[in-house]
C-alpha cells in the first residue's frame, strides 16, 4: 500500500483482512475490527486514532497476541504472527513486538521495584545472570531519563510522568524492532505529555525502532506521526499522510474529529463551527463499501457513489 521515490517501501508490519469478534451473550457477538487492512514501513510512525469503542486498543493488543483475531492475519517481517504459532515464533514476537500501555498505575505491579518490573521480560527470555540483569536494567533507565538510585524504589514513589517511562523502559529492555504506544501520554497532565513524546521520539531515531502510535486525541498524533489511520466503529475509514489528512480530510467522520481540535485563537476558537458524524449518513443498504485510493497514499472507506462525491470535493476530474 504506497510506493516512495519509485521504489517499493519496506514492510514491517501487513495488516490482513483482520476481523476481531467478542461474544456478549450465547447469540451475540460484538465485532470490534471489521475487516482491517493497512501496511506499517519500517521506520515509520504511524498513528491511529479515533474515539473510545473504536476498536484501535483491540487492534493493538490483537498485535502482540494478547487476543487472537476471528479473521485475517498479520505479518511481521514477512513472517506470520498471528494464528497458531509454535514456541520459537511465540518467542519471536515477543523479543520483537513490544506495548507501552496506557495507564502508569495499573500497568506496573505496586509489590515489585521497579528494578524487578524492568527485568521481568529479560527473565522470561532465559537472562538469569544477576549482574547483566541489573547492567540492562540501569542502561534502558539512563535511555528513558530516571537514575540509576531509582532501581530500587517502588511504583507509587514516582509522579505520573515517572511511572510511564518506567512502562517505556520496560517495553524497551529486550530491544525490540516494533512498539505499540497505547495511550501512551492520555493518563499524563498536558505539562508532562510533551516530554514523554519527545522522549519516545529521540528514543526511537537511537534505537532504530517502528512505532504504532494510538490516541484519541489528533493533535498530539499529527505532532508524533508520518501516517494517520483513523477508525471507527471497528472499520479503517481514513489513511493518508498526516499533513494530507489534516490539509483534506475526507471522510466525515474524520472531518468531525479535526473540527473537535482547540484552536489556540479565543476569538477563533469561539467561531468555529464543529461538525458532528452521524453513522446513519452512510447508506450502504445498496452499495457496498470498500477501502479505495482516492488520491495516491490517500484511502478512504467509501461506496461508489461516495467516491464520486468525494472526488467532486477534492476537485478530482475523470
Known amino acids: 500500500m504506497g510506493q516512495e521515490n519509485g521504489a517499493e517501501r519496506d514492510k514491517i508490519l501487513e495488516i490482513k483482512n483482520l476481523s476481531m469478534e467478542f461474544p456478549v451473550s450465547r447469540h451475540e457477538k460484538l465485532k470490534a475490527l471489521n475487516n482491517i487492512s493497512f501496511d506499517i514501513y519500517r521506520g515509520e510512525n ?8 473504536c476498536g484501535k486498543t483491540t487492534l493493538g493488543r490483537t498485535l502482540i497476541r494478547l487476543y487472537d483475531p476471528t479473521a485475517g492475519e498479520v505479518l511481521f517481517n514477512g513472517k506470520c504472527i498471528s494464528g497458531k504459532l509454535d514456541k520459537e515464533a511465540r518467542n519471536y514476537v515477543v523479543n520483537h513486538l513490544s506495548m507501552i500501555f496506557q495507564d502508569p498505575i495499573s500497568s506496573l505491579n505496586p509489590r515489585m521495584t521497579v528494578e524487578e518490573i524492568i527485568a521481568e521480560g529479560l527473565k522470561t527470555r532465559g537472562i538469569k545472570d544477576k549482574e547483566e540483569c541489573r547492567r540492562r536494567v540501569r542502561e534502558i533507565l539512563d535511555k528513558v531519563g530516571l537514575l540509576p538510585e531509582h532501581a530500587t524504589r517502588y511504583p507509587h514513589e514516582f509522579s505520573g510522568g515517572q511511572r510511564q517511562r518506567i512502562g517505556i523502559a520496560r ?24 516530554q514523554v513524546i519527545n522522549l519516545l521520539m529521540d528514543i526511537k531515531k537511537e534505537m532504530n525502532l517502528t512505532i504504532l502510535f494510538i490516541a484519541h486525541d489528533l493533535a498530539v498524533v499529527k505532532y ?19 499533513d494530507e489528512l489534516y490539509a483534506h480530510p475526507v471522510h466525515p467522520y474524520t472531518k468531525a474529529l479535526l473540527s ?12 468555529k463551527k464543529r461538525l458532528y458524524y452521524d453513522p ?8 457496498e463499501p470498500s477501502f479505495q485510493e482516492i488520491t495516491p497514499g490517500h484511502f478512504v472507506y467509501a461506496s461508489a457513489s461516495e467516491m464520486e462525491k468525494y472526488r467532486k470535493e477534492l476537485g478530482i476530474t475523470g
Open 46 to 53: 504511524f498513528g491511529l486514532v479515533g474515539e473510545s469503542g
Open 171 to 194: 517495553a524497551l529492555v529486550l530491544k525490540p524492532e516494533f512498539i505499540i504506544a497505547d495511550e501512551p501520554v492520555s493518563a499524563l497532565d498536558v505539562s508532562i505529555q510533551a
Open 224 to 242: 508524533f506521526s508520518d501516517r494517520i489511520g483513523v477508525m471507527c466503529f471497528g472499520n479503517l475509514v481514513e489513511l493518508a499522510d498526516a
Open 260 to 271: 473537535a481540535i482547540p484552536q489556540p485563537d479565543p476569538l477563533s476558537e469561539k467561531e
Open 280 to 287: 446513519s449518513m452512510n447508506d450502504y443498504s445498496k452499495e
